[in-house]
């Protein structure tokens, strides 16, 4: 390309690799697709299989409100605002059923693919591996349980997997493990479109799970150990880390003390008991493998199935009238929820 615009012809043997390069491209490009759409037929099917469950009607139920008392009736839950707000401006554009809100989760599940492509091939230097763990990622059972469901979990494994991308971009190495901003930099600007993807991803996976913040602090724990040597680039580091903490400040300084009384709260009328190890293994292995709701008899550590099931219903039934708008139903509606839900 640049050859052309200044007027040079590219030589004969350079244009060959070029054409060698886009034919080796084209097949896995061809799978890569292929897996995207598997993955969107995996997470489309059988939306309207059930009602909207306890949780989902949960989410129904804060996107019928408006954004500022959004953000006021999220300080004192367990969950950040941005992916009911999200959802919010989906149910005002697509509609409120059971199938359109789940089809927001849909498009973050698929959308979760080829980013998880793109990771893969930055941290594992492969494309071949890169393709099998998009593949992998397309028809893994708990990832399209949670790209079916109307919950934050697809937006922030979405999110994950983008930072996991800009993270290894802005960790790429130049001479001996000094810091390079490398891919995709702006030859007019200068400026690193990776590092400024890295912190708007980590403050929006922050707004939208709490849990969010262990993905950054595992890649500083990396850093520590790859830049241990390396004080300016891990200053840089460091820096990027302060700038996303900063964009976040204001919720935590908002919501901190809300959720500290609900969280206390809570822990005393749950009283759930912790699994032990061998339960906690098998149940994780369980849902990574079969999907959630598949761990072995004996290893639920909660009520029977059925009993769950009845409460499923009851959280359809609860959705149905958030999404009618039924504000004199919504308010014992959200009690019940705030003390059963998660």
Do not use: C
């Not at 009602?51 to 008392?69: I, K, N, Q, V």
């Amino acid at each position: 390309m640049e050859a052309a615009v200044d007027g040079e012809i590219p030589h004969p043997a350079q244009a060959a690799r070029a054409s060698i390069a886009r034919q080796r491209h084209a097949p896995l490009a061809a799978v890569l697709l292929a897996g995207v759409t598997l993955a969107l037929a995996l997470r489309a099917a059988r939306l309207d299989f059930q009602p909207l469950w306890w949780d989902e009607g949960y989410s129904a139920w804060f996107a019928t409100h408006s954004l500022p008392e959004m953000a006021r009736l999220t300080a004192e839950d367990i969950h950040p605002p941005l992916y009911y707000a999200l959802l919010h401006l989906w149910a005002q554009a697509f509609g409120p059923g059971p199938v359109s809100l789940r089809m927001l989760s849909v498009v973050f599940g698929v959308l979760a693919v080829p980013v998880v492509y793109m990771a893969a091939r930055r941290i594992l230097s492969s494309q071949r591996a890169a393709l099998i763990a998009a593949l992998l990622f397309a028809i893994n059972p708990l990832h399209i349980y949670y790209s079916q469901e109307v919950r934050m979990y697809g937006l922030v494994a979405l999110l994950s997997a983008g930072i996991l991308w800009a993270a290894w971009e802005v960790l790429s190495e130049q001479d001996a493990g000094v810091l390079r901003l490398r891919s995709l930099r702006s030859p007019r600007s200068g400026r690193s479109f990776a590092a400024v993807a890295y912190v708007a991803l980590v403050t929006l996976a922050l707004y939208t799970q709490y849990y969010a913040v262990f993905l950054p602090i595992g890649l500083t724990l990396y850093a520590l150990w790859r830049w241990r040597r390396e004080a300016r680039a891990l200053a840089r580091w460091f820096a990027l880390q302060g700038i996303a903490a900063l964009l976040y400040l204001p919720w935590v300084i908002y919501a901190a003390p809300r959720l500290t009384l609900y969280v206390s709260q809570k822990v005393v009328e749950d009283a759930d008991r912790p699994l032990g190890l061998i339960a906690y293994l098998a149940r994780h292995l369980s849902a990574y493998t079969v999907g959630p709701g598949a761990a072995p008899v004996g290893l639920h550590g909660g009520p029977p199935r059925r009993a769950a099931h009845a409460m499923v219903a009851a959280g359809g039934d609860a959705a149905h009238s958030a999404r009618r708008g039924v504000d004199s139903h919504l308010a014992p509606t959200a009690a019940r929820a705030r003390r059963g839900g998660g």
